[in-house]
């Protein structure tokens, strides 16, 4: 796939590595650090699943179908949590489901999606988080990719306003695409959310990290906490991304 200008250079010229366990650990901490983001803790939790459906995201697709669950177990005890899912594909198709309740409505959904070759459409789904959060309460929006290919600023206009409707954007990134890299980062940086990247094929990594974002939509900082105490591992191995802003 062709890429898009390359976001401002920052000075470090390092190659991206491989995510490690250091990599997770250190996103669940941005997690643990961030604010409480709800005042009712009746009300079910609202997070945004985004993902790229191109063609050479088959293989992450059928495995995030197989783990969705997680979320949705993970926040039983915070009163629940509706996730919809949003993808792009193909030329120009970017398309927003109907709120799902329960881990087999999820997984209705996302195997009926087929996998097309296409350019990239952060900004679509960025948008459509935004405008969702205009109407009611958003506690997250959770993004798994692999490339970049649009324009920096455009998008990064548009975390930037995800930020000031309070929904952060938490960045999962697979492989080791530089420019990708740097751009889910500056997406992160600017809604409030978090980034970090993951190995390709790791069920466990990223069924932890969307487990970690699902209870952070559901019941905030303090529930990440708890969450961490009763499942141990990774959660509780944490370093700060967001307590450094």
């Given at each position: 796939?062709?890429?898009?200008?390359?976001?401002?250079k920052?000075g470090?010229?390092?190659?991206v590595?491989s995510a490690?366990?250091?990599d997770?650990?250190?996103f669940?901490?941005?997690?643990?650090r961030?604010?409480?983001k709800?005042?009712?803790?009746?009300?079910r939790?609202?997070?945004i699943?985004?993902?790229?459906?191109t063609?050479?995201r088959?293989?992450?697709w059928?495995?995030?179908?197989?783990?969705?669950g997680?979320?949705?177990?993970?926040?039983?005890?915070?009163?629940?949590?509706?996730?919809?899912?949003?993808?792009y594909?193909?030329?120009g198709?970017?398309?927003?489901?109907?709120?799902a309740?329960d881990a087999m409505?999820?997984a209705?959904?996302?195997t009926?999606?087929?996998?097309?070759?296409?350019r990239?459409?952060i900004g679509r789904?960025?948008?459509h988080?935004?405008?969702e959060?205009?109407k009611?309460?958003?506690?997250a929006?959770?993004?798994v990719?692999?490339?970049?290919?649009e324009d920096?600023?455009?998008v990064c206009?548009?975390?930037?306003e995800?930020?000031?409707?309070?929904?952060?954007?938490f960045?999962?990134?697979e492989?080791r695409?530089p420019?990708?890299?740097?751009a889910f980062?500056?997406?992160a940086?600017l809604?409030?959310?978090?980034?970090?990247?993951?190995?390709?094929?790791?069920a466990?990594?990223?069924?932890e990290?969307?487990?970690?974002?699902?209870?952070?939509a559901?019941?905030?900082?303090?529930?990440m906490l708890a969450?961490?105490?009763?499942t141990?591992?990774?959660?509780?191995?944490?370093?700060?991304?967001m307590a450094?802003?």
């Amino acid at each position: 796939m062709s890429r898009s200008k390359e976001p401002a250079k920052t000075g470090d010229s390092a190659p991206v590595r491989s995510a490690s366990d250091a990599d997770v650990a250190a996103f669940l901490e941005q997690v643990k650090r961030a604010p409480a983001k709800r005042a009712n803790t009746d009300a079910r939790g609202r997070l945004i699943f985004g993902m790229d459906a191109t063609a050479s995201r088959e293989p992450m697709w059928d495995q995030a179908c197989q783990i969705q669950g997680e979320m949705f177990s993970a926040t039983a005890a915070l009163g629940g949590l509706d996730i919809q899912l949003i993808f792009y594909r193909g030329f120009g198709e970017c398309k927003a489901s109907k709120w799902a309740a329960d881990a087999m409505a999820l997984a209705r959904l996302m195997t009926s999606v087929r996998c097309r070759a296409g350019r990239t459409q952060i900004g679509r789904i960025l948008n459509h988080a935004k405008a969702e959060a205009e109407k009611h309460k958003i506690g997250a929006l959770v993004f798994v990719g692999d490339c970049f290919e649009e324009d920096i600023d455009k998008v990064c206009h548009t975390a930037g306003e995800m930020g000031l409707v309070g929904v952060p954007a938490f960045m999962f990134h697979e492989g080791r695409d530089p420019l990708a890299a740097r751009a889910f980062k500056e997406i992160a940086r600017l809604s409030g959310g978090a980034y970090c990247p993951f190995d390709a094929g790791s069920a466990r990594q990223l069924k932890e990290l969307l487990s970690a974002v699902a209870v952070y939509a559901a019941g905030g900082r303090r529930a990440m906490l708890a969450y961490g105490e009763k499942t141990g591992g990774k959660v509780l191995q944490l370093t700060d991304q967001m307590a450094r802003r």
